[in-house]
């Protein structure tokens, strides 16, 4: 089933109380266990992207999923991938956090602050 799940940046160097400014909108298939579905990912991929929030800055990109993981993806090359650590282990729930290895090479945590 589609959700809408929004990461917000969590406590870091940068941001000691975290932002709700700078994180990602996902639009993706979850399980009822909440785990991403990659059965149904394959048969509504144009239906499962995302939006990253960076202060004013927003991108829009679609979410991959490969033999070495999922990723999200703002580009045709592979090199506009971020991946997204370890997400076939992940529960997508509030509360919850994972870390995204962004395009600048920096691994960042964030937040599950909801699903829709």
């Known amino acids: 089933m589609m959700r809408t799940v929004r990461l917000e940046l969590a406590r870091c160097h940068e941001f000691p109380e975290g932002s709700s400014?700078?994180?990602?909108?996902?639009?993706?298939?979850?399980?009822r266990?909440?785990?991403l579905d990659g059965d149904f990912w394959q048969t509504h991929r144009p239906h499962c992207g995302f939006?990253?929030?960076?202060?004013?800055?927003?991108e829009r990109?679609?979410?991959?999923?490969?033999?070495?993981?999922?990723?999200?993806?703002?580009?045709?090359?592979g090199e506009?991938?971020?991946?997204?650590?370890?997400?076939?282990?992940?529960?997508?729930?509030?509360?919850?956090?994972?870390?995204?290895?962004?395009?600048?090479?920096?691994?960042?945590t964030f937040r599950i602050a909801s699903v829709r």
Do not use: C
């Not at 990109?61 to 090359?77: A, N, V």
């Not at 506009?80 to 960042?108: C, M, W």
């Open 21 to 31: 400014m700078h994180g990602y909108e996902l639009h993706v298939p979850l399980t």
């Open 33 to 35: 266990a909440g785990k």
């Open 51 to 58: 939006q990253r929030f960076w202060g004013d800055t927003h």
């Open 61 to 77: 990109g679609e979410i991959r999923h490969r033999t070495h993981g999922w990723s999200l993806s703002f580009g045709p090359s």
């Open 80 to 108: 506009q991938n971020e991946a997204i650590f370890r997400a076939d282990e992940h529960r997508f729930a509030p509360g919850e956090y994972l870390s995204i290895k962004e395009r600048d090479g920096v691994t960042r």
